[in-house]
């Protein structure tokens, strides 16, 4: 019943911006935290970025500055603008979402989408 798809990757050169896009079905991302998380080949998955239901944000120090998360409830979307982004930043991305966790670097989201790949070219 729930789901969530991502969109928005793809390859670019360091330096460069991509916005990626999480829409949900099934939940309300103003009843729900929502998060980024990312994962590279031989790596573990990385927590990058939440928003909670009531609007508060938190970034990753590896992202920060850089990256920024939002939403827009009425069209149940979050969104991740990715600025000067560099290779280390190539990994699958994954939207996340659950109603009571608030998500961090130590949590597991309720939900997960099915993530998009971004590709980060020196």
């Known amino acids: 019943q729930v789901q969530l798809v991502e969109s928005g990757g793809g390859l670019v050169q360091a330096g460069g911006s991509l916005r990626l896009s999480c829409v949900a079905s099934?939940?309300?991302?103003?009843?729900?935290?929502m998060g980024w998380f990312r994962q590279a080949p031989g790596k573990e998955r990385e927590f990058v970025a939440s928003?909670?239901?009531?609007?508060?944000?938190d970034h990753a120090d590896s992202v920060k500055g850089r990256f920024t998360i939002s939403k827009d409830n009425a069209k149940n979307t979050v969104f991740l603008q990715m600025n000067s982004l560099k290779p280390e930043d190539t990994a699958v991305y994954y939207c996340?979402?659950?109603?009571?966790?608030?998500?961090?670097?130590?949590?597991?989201?309720?939900?997960w989408g099915q993530g998009t790949q971004v590709t980060v070219s020196s």
């Open positions: 928003i909670t239901w009531t609007g508060n944000t």
């Open positions: 099934g939940l309300t991302t103003g009843s729900n935290n």
């Open positions: 996340a979402a659950d109603r009571w966790r608030n998500l961090g670097p130590t949590q597991t989201p309720r939900y």
